[in-house]
């Protein structure tokens, strides 16, 4: 059985796009240089000097590779695991010597170049076997059966409001029932499809405009949704079953206990945040006068975060307030461009 594939890697390469990644990576060699430093001198007054000498070019060193690695992660992603760590091995290498090149060109440091390379080579690897092993401890049974519990939710009144909805219109529109019912068929089989790794955002728009015919199907002219997907990247990966609990809050909380009709705003678009592309989207919905039924029990909410850790880790945020007489969900993520 597959595991979960949070960041779509399938080399065993780790995902060089997050910033959890650089951050651990810049921890951990830090670390170990300074480390190296005190274990290499035993007289204090030249540790300070070592210390500062090795890391004025080993920042630029580290930066540089993160950068590089980014860049291609796409590339390198799709490669088989040996020949993926070869590919980031040797990088590593070439821009080490880059660096030291430049710097010995400006008389900046007396560092040699062999013992450098072989230093690079050494931490890339060891850095690579660390965060393969961190994805394979987090991936195992745990995180499977968490995914599935979160996959699996679905409010029985839907389903028993829907056969209701159908059968009230079986003898008088019955290609109307009939439809409904291949919808309500296609939804479940989604629903309990093994969600495992990313999909794209088309594929859950559909599956929420299925949704949202079969709630038409009950409440009418009560529901009245806009899509606005203008600004939208082309297709990009959400974690799935995603946006149709999602509309199912707003359904539920929103529209269903008012008797005035009400109305459901679906907004998508790419921002640039910290030099980072980045995807908005944000699910709003009048909500009802009695607040406290329009904020719930908070469970598609608390479903939803825990989905998106478990995919982006701390890249995702997702906030939810009441602003203007309208409930507001408003999700960011890492862009990840589907690939057919």
């Known amino acids: ?9 399938t ?18 060699v830090n670390l170990a240089m300074a480390l190296s430093v005190l274990a290499a001198n035993r007289d204090w007054a030249h540790v300070f000097a ?25 590339w390198i992603a799709p ?21 030291h090149g430049f710097f010995v060109a400006m008389q900046w440091t007396q560092l040699n170049l062999e013992r450098t390379a072989m230093w690079s080579v050494v931490v890339t690897y060891f850095l690579l076997v660390w965060f393969d092993l961190v994805a394979r401890a ?14 699996a939710r679905i409010r029985p009144h839907f389903l028993f409001n829907t056969l209701n909805a159908v059968l009230g219109v079986m003898r008088s ?18 629903l309990m499809r093994e969600n495992r790794t990313l999909v794209p955002l088309s594929e859950e728009i559909a599956v929420a405009r299925q949704y949202l015919n079969l709630e038409r199907l009950r409440l009418g002219d009560r529901i009245q949704v806009q899509w606005d997907m203008a600004s939208c990247p082309p297709d990009p990966l959400v974690p799935p079953l995603m946006l149709q609990p999602l509309l199912e809050n707003a359904v539920y909380h929103g529209i269903e206990p008012s008797t ?34 329009a904020q719930g029990n908070q469970m598609a909410m608390a479903n939803i975060r825990e989905r998106l850790l478990l995919f982006f ?28």
């Not at 995902?15 to 990576?25: E, H, K, N, S, Y």
């Not at 630029?60 to 291609?72: D, E």
């Open 11 to 28: 080399s065993g390469l780790p995902d060089f796009r997050q910033g959890v990644l650089w951050l651990r990576t810049l921890l951990a």
């Open 79 to 99: 490669l088989p695991r040996r020949i993926g760590r070869m590919a980031v091995l040797l990088l590593s290498v070439l821009v080490t010597a880059a660096v």
């Open 260 to 293: 005035q009709p009400g109305d459901i705003l679906i907004c998508c678009e790419q921002i640039n945040n910290r030099m980072r592309n980045r995807v908005r989207l944000e699910i709003s919905n009048t909500v009802p006068t009695d607040t406290r039924h």
């Open 173 to 190: 529109e019955p290609q109307r029932a009939e439809s409904a019912l291949e919808e309500l068929s296609d939804l479940f089989r989604v």
């Open 1 to 9: 059985m597959p595991s979960i594939t949070g960041n779509l890697v």
């Open 313 to 340: 880790e701390l890249e995702a945020v997702m906030t939810t307030g009441i602003r203007e007489g309208r409930f507001h969900v408003s999700i960011e993520f890492p862009y990840r461009p589907h690939v057919a």
């Open 138 to 151: 987090q991936s195992p049974a745990l995180a499977e059966a968490r995914l599935m519990a979160l996959t």
């Open 50 to 74: 070592e210390f500062i000498e090795i890391a004025v070019f080993l920042e630029p060193v580290l930066l540089l590779n993160l950068v590089v690695f980014y860049l291609i992660a796409d």
